[in-house]
């Protein structure tokens, strides 16, 4: 017989099983051909199979004391064909080219061509080139999929793998659970992860990640997202967001960007904004929201910092915006007190720089605020009058600066705003 690398494999299987179970040379002649098995003392097996018909299939039986299977070998076609290895009990293998190393009832179906199963018990691999490699009750049912270990888990997803665990699922095309139990990457989510912990859960969310904890959960097109871990914190319907601890923290109203470090009971539906803290919640972009616990509901008692800009070229008044637009809002019933830090600029190589802090303190339910003065500094030649605040509406706080130069310029500002709801 040629000597070909697969048959190589299965003389080292072979020479173990000879080694221990046989003590000298035998021969024996059956329906298929003659069979030469010999263990000689230095280690060595020689294997010769020599059927009565080249093109007859070939079948390799070694039997223990007691007559039962311990290992077969076929292949199909003509004698120097790639075969089928199949070790261990009622194992069934019905692929070609595929090979179960060991174990108790692991099943290869017709459709699972060139897949393998290294062991373990009621594990199934039914698709092209799938992998199981040990475990109990673990199925691969799609192309290219792989589970190395574990307890009943599945993957049904193209290019799927589960490292091990227990009742994770990977549906999903090309998705991957490390480990853990109960976690799942449903079927319309392309390339998930979930590292480990329990429960989590991505749901047609392309290229989301989740780290690990317990029943956080990834869904409603939530593309490129990231949960760390923590407990029950969602992602819904955001796109490129995080949230990387924490617990019942939750990103969602179609913003993008937006994160939340940790903390406990946060929200953000924002464009790029950040919650933190304890029931805080930021819902304008940029936002920068921090509470630590609320009166009533979330976000009534805490603090919102934000940043706009804008440019002028010409003398007038103009209206800091967010990026993208809009103005700072916030529900009617509220008090605060605002700081603002502002600069602004000429453009090029002027030197004329101008900068300082303004203090306002509002309450929108007969619209009206105090200046608390402002304190300015100037390098160069003075370009703008500070900016004030006036309340265009019960729920609106705008910012303007007047130029009093015609030079472009870059106006920034932050504004740091202390809310509360009046009870």
């Known amino acids: 017989m040629e000597d070909t690398p697969f048959l190589r494999y299965v003389y080292c299987i072979i020479y173990s099983i000879v080694m221990y179970g046989y003590t000298a040379p035998r021969k024996r002649s059956t329906m298929y051909g003659d069979v030469d098995v010999a263990a000689d003392p230095i280690n060595k097996l020689n294997l010769v199979v020599t059927p009565p018909d080249i093109n007859t299939s070939k079948l390799l039986t070694i039997t223990n004391s007691t007559g039962s299977q311990t290992l ?32 108790n009832g692991n099943t290869i179906s017709i459709g699972g061509s060139t897949s393998f199963i290294g062991g373990g018990t009621t594990n199934t691999a039914s698709n092209t080139s799938t992998v199981v490699a040990g475990g109990d009750t673990n199925v ?27 009742f994770n699922q990977v549906n999903g095309y090309q998705g991957c659970v490390v480990g853990g139990n109960g976690n799942v990457i449903a079927t319309a989510c392309a390339n998930g992860s979930i590292v480990g912990g329990q429960g989590n859960t991505i749901v047609d969310s392309d ?7 317990f029943s956080n959960r990834m869904d409603n097109f939530s593309t490129y997202g ?11 319907n955001v796109t490129t967001s995080v949230i990387a601890g924490g617990s019942n923290n939750t990103i969602s109203g179609s913003c993008n960007g937006a994160s939340i470090p940790g903390g406990e009971l946060n929200t953000c539906t924002g464009n790029y904004s950040v919650a933190s803290g304890y029931k805080s919640k930021a819902t304008q972009t940029g936002e920068q929201a921090y509470a630590c616990g609320f009166f009533a509901v979330l976000g009534d008692c805490q603090r919102s910092t934000y940043w706009l800009r804008i440019t002028s ?8 915006l967010f990026d993208g637009g809009g103005e700072v809002s916030y529900p009617a019933g509220y ?3 605002c700081k603002i830090m502002y600069n602004s ?27 608390d003065g402002a304190s300015n500094g100037t390098l160069g030649v003075a370009i703008i009058n500070p900016p004030v605040m006036v309340m265009p509406s ?17 106006h920034s500002i932050c504004v740091e705003v202390y809310w509360m709801k009046r009870g």
Not at 207 to 213: M, S, Y
Not at 394 to 410: C, G, I, K, N, P
Request: hydrophobic share 35%; proline share 0%; with cysteine.
């Open 394 to 410: 019960a729920t609106t706080l705008r910012f303007t600066v007047t130029t009093v130069a015609a030079s472009a310029m870059r």
């Open 226 to 236: 990231t949960i760390g871990g923590g407990n029950t914190n969602y992602l819904n």
């Open 72 to 103: 077969s070998l076929t292949g199909d076609g003509d004698i120097n064909s790639l075969g089928k290895l199949t070790i261990g009990n009622a194992e069934t293998n019905n692929a070609q080219y595929s090979s179960i190393a060991g174990g």
């Open 345 to 371: 600029s000429k453009s090029g190589a002027f030197l004329d720089c101008q900068g300082g802090v303004r203090r306002y303190t509002f309450q929108n339910f007969s619209n009206t605020f105090i200046d």
């Open 207 to 213: 290229h989301g990640t989740i780290g690990g904890g």
């Open 313 to 320: 070229a010409a003398i007038g008044t103009f209206t800091y």
């Open 140 to 166: 691969a049912s799609n192309s290219f999929a792989a589970i190395v270990g574990g307890q009943d888990n599945t993957v049904t997803g193209g290019y799927g793998f589960i490292g091990g665990g227990a």
């Open 335 to 337: 008090t605060g007190t």
